[in-house]
């Protein structure tokens, strides 16, 4: 049986603070029924606290992690130099940036999670499309980083036990101890889900600080392994700053901004608990660029000096530390990468594409269900040919990613901003019937701009090292440009679509 019609339940009343940030009215009854949980219902506003600090401190333990790390290195493995490296990354990030702080703005003032923000623009029901869309980015990211924790135990267990650990018969192209690494690490973190938010949350702590002084320990003993700092930065760039670099810079800049665009979807998962809007923007504009800016230039220098040392540039951080013969060294760097994946796997990777399984039935699937769903399908995704070399990683990985959900935020930012004004009715977000039932809980509209968005963004990608060739070739010009075209698009063709509501259906 199908809801074709409002819930018997009467809307609840929703009242605006003189900051701007709205409520359900206090004494009215919550939203309820098959489109709401607990997880899912706004955060009453003496429930959202966090201040610029907070925001801050989040993203210094977001972006202090391997992944960040290999995301810096591998623009020195595929050619570029300390200065154009730490250049497309910090542009990347003050791009992203401009999506984060608008799509993060719903959070405070209505203290929603994406799921429920993407109700607005996509339906009731049609946000589970976007959801989901979102959920298996975050499965992959997953794997990713469970894949990179699998390492540093395999490595970490290889210096104690010795060569019979490293040298295992291989399965499937790994030893078959890495098989197991990766098992023991996967089923850590399950452990952890199974204790709850406040266990992550204690990670989150102190991972952050412990990962930064990892990395200026091996900033020292690469300068140490060169003879000082110079010729960290002397490296020279093998593509100049011709014609040959630019060919790069345009799918690197999309791939490091693909890194984050998750997260400018479903930052609302995180502003919802923001104090106020001044917390989220000051919070995010001197957390996000700042830091991931700081960890790139580290990484860099950390790469271009081991391509000084050892005539190839190694770019995975695990597979560097290992070449330590200073046990007590290598000990540290590589706990300090297990613990540095292990907080944010959970925190970045879990957290939200819990919300966003729960968001498909609130009644049947939990937060902690979700979160289990993630770790299932963050095997099957087969992380290890995802994370296999730098190019698979950064153009196919982080492209496809970019491509595709950019499109999402250029749907979100054109229905909030352009045709709603920033205004949303608490109560119609999670009952049938209301303003954003449109047709039978989709927007078709919003479907139709995100499949061209997408087709356009990452039809003619080179899907190597997942398939062979490229699904559309015509498209081929477009694929450098995956995150750029996929939002610019969506935006422009939804607003189109909507034009013929007019605006007064399409507002509070």
Request: charged share 10%.
């Amino acid at each position: 049986m199908t809801d074709t019609a409002p819930t018997a339940i009467p809307p609840s009343a929703q009242v605006t603070l003189p900051d701007g940030r709205v409520e359900i009215t206090p004494g009215t009854p919550l939203p309820s029924g098959p489109y709401a949980n607990v997880d899912l219902l706004p955060v009453p506003v003496a429930g959202r606290t966090w201040t610029t600090y907070n925001f801050s401190a989040l993203w210094v333990g977001m972006a202090h992690n391997t992944a960040s790390w290999t995301l810096a290195s591998g623009l020195i493995a595929v050619g570029m130099d300390w200065k154009q490296a730490v250049f497309t990354i910090a542009l990347a990030n003050v791009i992203v940036l401009v999506p984060m702080l608008l799509t993060g703005h719903a959070g405070p003032k209505y203290g929603i999670p994406f799921p429920v923000f993407a109700r607005a623009s996509f339906g009731v029901r049609g946000a589970n499309l976007p959801a989901v869309v979102r959920a298996l980015v975050a499965c992959g990211w997953f794997g990713i980083q469970t894949w990179i924790g699998g390492e540093a135990i395999y490595f970490l267990a290889g210096k104690l036990i010795g060569h019979s650990w490293t040298n295992a018969s291989e399965v499937g192209g790994h030893a078959w101890t890495m098989w197991l690494s990766f098992a023991v690490f996967w089923a850590i973190q399950v452990a952890i889900i199974y204790r709850g938010m406040d266990t992550i949350r204690r990670f989150e702590n102190w991972a952050a600080p412990f990962v930064l002084v990892g990395a200026f320990v091996m900033l020292g003993w690469m300068s140490s392994k060169t003879g000082g700092l110079g010729p960290l930065f002397d490296q020279p760039s093998r593509l100049g700053w011709g014609a040959d670099f630019w060919k790069l810079f345009a799918p690197s800049l999309m791939g490091m901004i693909g890194f984050w665009s998750t997260l400018s979807l479903n930052i609302p998962d995180f502003t919802r608990y923001g104090k106020s809007q001044k917390a989220q923007t000051w919070g995010q504009a001197l957390g996000l660029p700042t830091t991931m800016t700081l960890f790139a230039f580290l990484s860099v220098l950390v790469t271009s000096g081991s391509q000084a040392v050892y005539g190839k540039p190694v770019w995975d951080p695990v597979q560097l530390a290992a070449k330590t013969d200073n046990v007590a060294g290598l000990l540290y760097a590589l706990v300090t990468v297990l613990v540095a994946t292990l907080s944010v796997n959970i925190a970045a990777n879990l957290v939200s594409p819990a919300f966003d399984f729960s968001n498909v039935a609130p009644r049947r699937i939990s937060f902690r269900a979700g979160a289990l769903a993630t770790c299932v399908l963050g095997v099957l995704i087969l992380p290890w040919k995802l994370y296999s070399d730098p190019q698979g990683y950064i153009f196919t990985w982080l492209g496809l990613v970019g491509g595709l959900l950019g499109t999402v935020a250029g749907i979100l930012i054109a229905d909030y901003w352009i045709l709603r004004r920033s205004s949303l009715n608490l109560a119609d977000l999670y009952r049938a019937g209301g303003r954003y039932w449109y047709d039978g809980g989709w927007n078709w509209r919003a479907v139709v701009a995100f499949v061209t968005g997408g087709v356009l963004a990452i039809g003619g990608a080179d899907f190597h090292p997942l398939i062979d060739g490229r699904p559309l070739p015509a498209l081929k010009p477009l694929a450098d440009y995956g995150w750029a075209v996929g939002l610019g698009t969506a935006m422009l063709l939804y607003l189109l679509l909507m034009l013929p509501r007019g605006r007064d259906r399409a507002t509070v």
